[in-house]
């Protein structure tokens, strides 16, 4: 019963699978350019067996951590001074809204340029490309944070840092999460894209290499896995939202 | 013992939209004894809330001098407990967290035996693992004063604290807030925009003028405590008082209106 109703929602992706199936037996297209699912997972299940997979995918993760918390860390540092000062606020205003729209993808050259090809190039590279909209969802969740929250806390005895820690973040905290999830989406895009340009390690390495040396059903088996990983992360940041927010009308 | 004095206390504001200071408050004096219920009732608009704000220590006084306990006052204090009409309650807390917000004293058993104390007495035990959201608008106001009340601080300033409400749960929450205030003889600044109110809940009510808000007339209400607030809507007296009281308001509406050039 709960098996068929997983299946009757989720029938699009079913389809698709099926179709890539299909299509792939059919010897349309040459079985190399295009593997049957089945092969593919199968390929995927080998990379897990002798671990490869599994140290790109733990390297992946790693970088795309490192870079995310230092841009939720600096982010939100920025955004809640942005929110403080008037002047803090005129100095950085343009600064983002001028980069915002960069795609961030643009960046990798330059920051192989300024930081080299190794994983500091690429935490730093992930933690510019995530800082904006981070920045941006902090400074607006802090300025709307209702005064009379502010000035209760402080009638109860509570200096500024204490109101901001107890009051102002926790009160800010949904936008600010969203902020983050947006991030986090942002990070995976510039991690691949990073790794394929550089490296030796990493699932984006995985594509770019398997692609030059023609094992075309391992690039299909990591892309299939940067799927996975991204699906899981955004469910398990969404459950965490859910969490952490329950005291909410209705949890993200 | 004067708890609360203001002299000479004026306040603008810069309206950046036009360019323009707009004087809230000018040249307002009262004084406050303690433990006594003083109202400030006015039009809306008339800088009430800001002259409580600064008492509180939200806002600077602009000009002039506002004493508490002979002190001036510098910034916000546990002497001084703030009550507002909406939005005052942590919603990422529940009911026992924001009422053992304030609660200092203690070991953690002890103030949340404190706190447990002052929901029982605003009537919500049973609420503790509630969250405001799921708290009707008087319970969440209830809940509110208990916050306020279980840290104890000599003077309430109370920012129209049952505005928000409906006329029945209006009325339930004033007879509370007499037992509890009859119970505790704190000293209380209260600004409403309702007569009825004031004349119900005061021992004396200080009606305001039209922006720039300024003190226009301080009234005694004599009658004797306990309170009923039932008997007093019948009374002769407190109709006569509450007639008087609607004309010293009525013409600042109307000048107010006037001034602004529409209803």
């Not at chain 2, 204090?77 to 009911?95: H, K, N, S």
Request: hydrophobic letters at 50%; glycine letters at 8%; one cysteine or more.
């Amino acid at each position: 019963m709960r098996g068929w109703r997983l299946l009757s929602r989720n029938y699009s992706l079913a389809l698709l699978l099926v179709g890539w199936e299909v299509v792939a037996r059919s010897g349309l297209f040459a079985r190399d350019i295009l593997p049957p699912f089945t092969t593919t997972l199968a390929r995927t299940a080998d990379l897990l067996r002798d671990g490869e997979l599994e140290r790109h995918v733990l390297f992946s993760l790693a970088r795309q951590a490192s870079g995310l918390l230092l841009a939720v860390v600096a982010g939100v540092s920025l955004g809640v001074l942005m929110a403080w000062s008037r002047r803090v606020r005129d100095f950085f205003e343009p600064l983002l809204m001028l980069t915002n729209p960069i795609p961030k993808a643009a960046l990798i050259p330059l920051f192989m340029l300024w930081f080299g090809i190794g994983t500091f190039s690429k935490i730093m590279l992930i933690c510019a490309g995530t800082v904006i909209p981070i920045v941006i969802s902090a400074f607006h969740a802090v300025a709307d944070v209702n005064r009379n929250h502010i000035w209760s806390a402080r009638a109860m005895g509570d200096g500024p840092l204490r109101t901001l820690v107890r009051v102002v973040l926790p009160a800010a905290s949904p936008q600010i999460l969203s902020g983050i999830r947006l991030g986090l989406i942002v990070s995976l895009i510039v991690l691949v894209g990073s790794e394929m340009l550089a490296g030796r390690e990493g699932l984006g390495w995985l594509i770019a290499y398997t692609m030059e040396t023609g094992a075309y059903d391992l690039t299909y088996a990591a892309i299939l896995t940067i799927a996975i990983v991204g699906f899981c992360y955004d469910r398990l940041f969404l459950l965490l939202m859910g969490r952490l927010l329950a005291w909410q009308e209705r949890a993200a | 013992m004067e708890r609360v004095a203001l002299r000479g206390v004026s306040k603008s504001f810069r309206d950046a939209r036009r360019g323009v200071e707009v004087a809230a408050l000018e040249n307002c004096n009262l004084a406050v004894s303690d433990r006594e219920f003083v109202s400030i009732l006015g039009p809306s608009g008339c800088g009430k809330s800001t002259l409580l704000y600064i008492v509180a220590g939200f806002i600077p006084a602009g000009a002039g001098e506002v004493l508490v306990d002979g002190r001036p006052v510098t910034g916000p204090g546990r002497d001084r407990g703030i009550v507002f009409q909406e939005y005052a309650l942590f919603p990422w807390q529940t009911v026992l967290d924001n009422v053992r917000y304030g609660i200092r004293e203690g070991s953690p058993a002890e103030r949340d035996a404190r706190a447990r104390e002052f929901i029982a007495k605003v009537g919500l035990a049973g609420f503790e693992r509630h969250y405001p959201r799921e708290l009707s608008g008087g319970m969440k106001q209830r809940v509110a004063l208990a916050r306020t009340l279980a840290y104890d601080p000599d003077i309430l300033l109370m920012d129209e604290p049952f505005g928000a409400l409906d006329t029945q749960t209006r009325l339930l929450m004033q007879e509370e807030l007499l037992r509890i205030w009859e119970a505790n003889q704190k000293t209380i600044l209260f600004v409403t925009h309702s007569v009825e109110e004031a004349v119900v809940l005061s021992d004396r009510v200080v009606v305001m003028t039209a922006r720039p808000g300024t003190v226009k007339r301080s009234v005694n209400i004599p009658f004797k405590r306990p309170r009923l607030v039932e008997t007093l809507m019948h009374d002769v007296e407190a109709m006569e008082l509450r007639a008087d009281l609607w004309q010293l308001v009525k013409e600042e509406v109307l000048r107010a209106g006037g001034a602004a050039g529409g209803p």
